[in-house]
């Protein structure tokens, strides 16, 4: 039997995934964020539904033992997937993955690889993240942000200050600053995964 579950969206509380058949008719794929569905439906709108083969551990210790986790999960949703951004929706998932890249953290890779396919994103950008600057397939403003991405990620003052300078080109300051709380927030996030050890494991099917 395949595992359900069902999270906040962008608290980063989810722990499962699957790549397999679409099993959900609410949705028609394996995951995705609830919209609307049929009568009866039991999902809220803004609820990241999933049904998996793949689950988490956490290897290391249990986030929920401290408060922070609780601020953690506030700050997600205030420039999460579901929040009401001024930048566009496909360049903040692009920032998130981009950090989970980075840093690197495999529950945050593996959701936020699902995520940018929710948003739209095509698979080719996906996949060329990692050498977007060998790449045609991202705007120059795209390119600024990810530049900033990776310099506030990878922060060094130097390169920073010219990739602000960079990303000011392309974007009004009230843009610049949901850009930075967006890498800002997948920083915290993917540390915190990385420190309590949450570790993809494949789950067994009961029947």
Known sequence: MALRSVVPAESIAALSFDFGTPRNPCLGRAGGFVDAGPS?????????????????????????????????KAMAGSVGYTAKLAIDGQLAQLLRLRVAQLNPCSYCLILHNRAAMDQGIAPERIANLPSWRESTLYSEAERAALAYCEALTIFDQASFAAAHDEVAKQYCEVEIAEIAAVIINMNVWTRLKLAQGATPVKAHDSA
Not at 43 to 72: C, M, T, W
């Open 40 to 72: 009866g439906n039991p999902f809220q709108p803004g609820e990241y539904v999933v049904v998996s083969k793949i689950s988490f551990e956490d290897r290391r210790f249990n986030p929920d033992l401290v408060e922070f986790h609780q601020h953690a």
